[in-house]
């Protein structure tokens, strides 16, 4: 996990420049979104609010201290935008990516439907292929709604932090909202030899437990139904252990 999602967590909140008394929205609460919470709380941060729409994340993202949203139920601009008195929050981590859904329920919902034709068109360019795994992983109906909802939660000045994964064909991005916003923004794939040290030392202190984040553990002869769970997102899976037989 250090090596890994660990890292590229941390390396989220770092880019989005997270210190002390600054208030943090991570999009996306799966293994990376965890530690990029958990990360966020190490650099000092006053806040941290925690979208998402499966209840085992968001139930992982509160037990760490998070505020949650679950945007099946709520809007999650407009709520996080009333949390923090209406001026929307300093920092924001995407650990979602191409991978978005927009809401099928609740308020958020109904701004979706009004941008059905925007997501149809980037499912249509930016992932082609459907069902090319049969049953596992299929392409998700809102590739740029992470993006969108990032640069509409932030304040003025604020940063966007990217790390979750976008193809090199993805062109869509709110531009114009994010140039008038004045926003930073900081993206890219985790440089993980660079934190393993630093991160080996915070576990060795007890500053963190990464294990915490482990929902199942199954042995090395069930990856292959252990990552097709995963995949298909059934709840309490989040982060998988391999355990080699004896």
């Given at each position: 996990?250090?090596?890994?999602?660990?890292?590229?967590?941390?390396?989220?909140a770092?880019?989005?420049?997270?210190?002390?008394?600054?208030?943090?929205?991570?999009?996306?609460?799966?293994?990376?979104?965890?530690?990029?919470?958990a990360?966020?709380k190490?650099?000092g941060?006053?806040?941290?609010?925690?979208?998402?729409?499966?209840?085992?994340?968001?139930?992982?993202?509160?037990?760490?201290?998070a505020e949650?949203i679950?945007?099946d139920?709520?809007?999650?601009?407009?709520?996080?935008?009333?949390?923090?008195g209406?001026?929307?929050v300093?920092?924001?981590?995407?650990?979602?990516?191409?991978d978005?859904?927009?809401?099928?329920?609740g308020p958020?919902a109904?701004?979706?439907?009004?941008?059905?034709?925007?997501?149809?068109k980037?499912?249509?360019?930016?992932?082609?292929?459907?069902?090319?795994?049969?049953?596992?992983?299929?392409?998700?109906?809102?590739?740029?709604?992470?993006?969108?909802?990032?640069?509409?939660?932030?304040?003025?000045?604020?940063?966007?932090?990217?790390?979750?994964v976008?193809?090199?064909?993805?062109?869509?991005?709110?531009?114009?909202?994010?140039?008038?916003?004045?926003?930073?923004?900081?993206?890219?794939?985790c440089?993980?030899r660079?934190?393993?040290?630093?991160?080996?030392?915070?576990v060795?202190?007890?500053a963190?437990?990464?294990?915490k984040?482990?929902?199942?553990?199954?042995?090395?002869?069930?990856?292959?139904s252990?990552?097709?769970?995963?995949?298909?997102?059934?709840?309490?899976?989040?982060?998988?252990?391999?355990?080699?037989?004896?």
């Amino acid at each position: 996990m250090i090596s890994d999602i660990f890292s590229m967590g941390h390396f989220g909140a770092e880019a989005a420049e997270s210190e002390e008394s600054d208030t943090v929205a991570v999009f996306g609460c799966g293994p990376v979104g965890q530690f990029a919470i958990a990360s966020a709380k190490l650099f000092g941060a006053s806040r941290v609010i925690a979208v998402d729409r499966l209840p085992d994340r968001l139930d992982m993202a509160r037990r760490q201290g998070a505020e949650c949203i679950n945007f099946d139920e709520e809007d999650p601009v407009e709520t996080i935008v009333k949390l923090t008195g209406g001026i929307g929050v300093d920092r924001v981590i995407d650990a979602v990516g191409v991978d978005a859904q927009h809401a099928d329920h609740g308020p958020a919902a109904e701004k979706a439907e009004e941008q059905s034709e925007t997501f149809e068109k980037q499912v249509e360019t930016f992932a082609p292929e459907q069902n090319p795994q049969g049953d596992l992983w299929v392409p998700k109906d809102a590739p740029g709604q992470a993006l969108q909802w990032g640069v509409q939660a932030l304040a003025k000045a604020g940063t966007l932090s990217i790390i979750g994964v976008y193809p090199r064909n993805m062109t869509d991005f709110p531009i114009g909202q994010a140039m008038n916003k004045n926003l930073t923004m900081k993206m890219g794939n985790c440089p993980h030899r660079k934190y393993g040290p630093y991160l080996v030392e915070l576990v060795r202190t007890g500053a963190i437990d990464p294990v915490k984040i482990l929902t199942q553990m199954e042995p090395m002869t069930g990856a292959i139904s252990a990552y097709e769970a995963f995949d298909k997102r059934e709840p309490g899976w989040i982060k998988v252990e391999l355990q080699a037989a004896d």
